[in-house]
């Protein structure tokens, strides 16, 4: 089924490209920044981008009336700023804007494609230009900036803090991460967010009504199942949205009248597959297993298993979720139930012997196990208590009666002298000092009353004499 769609969009795209274009498609049409593209060619995310500031659709945050960053754009005042955000939310398109309505000279490429070269053509032009032209500014968009290492951003640093360029970089990397410090002190940044699903329904009715660049001249019927199926598929993309609606467009039979019918099955066929706006190296990786291990830790099932099921989904790697889980176990369960190290550590040798699409089952097991396990972090605190005195104290020596005594001569040195052997004892336990004088601070282990550690806090109690116990 799913290459029928394919079929029949490829041989109406051949057709439009061979001359046979859309009734009122225009000849050419402006590509994101004021060149031309043939119409037939461009696609309809494209078409439609937005040529007024006023059609840009989203971020109301930051774009709505009387936001700073619309009355900069709007005054011709723009500083330089850092556009971040998921695809498919507007950055490029608000530069495209932003190049139309500025009086600055507005220059842009990639990084993906340029080098330091190119930006020190684009600067020097820049100075020039500031020079012998009564002092006209540079706009320099960069899409893609988190593309550059750290020392191509650093080439940016003295010409955005001289004013010899005004710089707006673009990028779907989290620019703490993805930027330099200086850079960044140097910039406003502006958060892009997703675009609500009626951000996407006007847009998707933009342009089925719109003859000039949308669908308009192909008359097509958009059901309203299969409208809601492209807006939740594309997660707030709108350039994922426009491009099912128009291969589904593209294929849909023309009825007797001409009309193109866009059903939910015929939307299903052109998603394929939902966007689920997953980066396994960017800010969706560590947010998505935040949120995993935050749902095992606070006891709930379901979420931990809906959290696993998105990354495993999006192609995150199992070995990593398993590692994690395994990690989990011993910090947020601990010796309130041993058994779920166990049951994660089964999980992480069962994704490497039977691997993935099976290995999700034992997967699912261990962190339902984990999140319905008692909780207790007193294993992770004691370990943190105890390397903060290794760090800060000084090193005390083995104490005698704690010494190896396995060599020829150990005991002459004294080593062992006084060790209590705890199985002479009755049940196996007899008081007797472990640590070295003044090594540490405090108790390290302090175990919860939670499932199976009130056992073990009981009987510690019990060693030490506490009369209650």
Known sequence: MGGTILRRAFRRLICMIGGERPVNDPETTRNLFGGETPASSAPLAARMRPRELEEFVGQAAILGPGRLLRRMIERDELRSAIFFGPPGCGKSTLAALIARRTQAQFETFSAVTAGVADVRKAIEAARRRRSDEAGKRTILFVDEIHRFNRAQQDAFLPHVEDGTIVLIGATTENPFFALNGPLLSRSRLFRFEPLTDDDLRTLIRRALTDRERGLGGLDVALEPEAEEHLIDSASGDARFALS?????????????????????????????????????????????????????????????????????????????????????????VGMADPQALVVATAAAQAVEFVGLPEAQIPMAQAAIYIATAPKSNAVVSAIHRASADVRTRRPAAVPTHLRDTSYPGAKRLGHGEGYLYPHDYPGGHVEQVYLPEGAASGPYYEPSEHGYEARVRERLARWKGDPEK
């Open 244 to 332: 099912a609606l128009e291969w589904a467009a593209v294929a849909a039979e023309p009825d007797a009248q001409g009309r193109r019918h866009i059903t939910r099955a015929l939307a299903e066929e052109a998603v394929q597959r939902r966007v689920l706006g997953y980066d396994r190296e960017g800010d969706n990786h560590y947010d998505a297993i935040s949120a995993f291990i935050k749902s095992m830790r606070g006891s709930d099932p379901d979420a931990a298993v809906y959290w696993m099921a998105r990354m495993i989904q999006a192609g995150e790697d199992p070995r990593f979720i398993a590692r994690r889980m395994v990690i989990h176990a011993a910090e947020d």
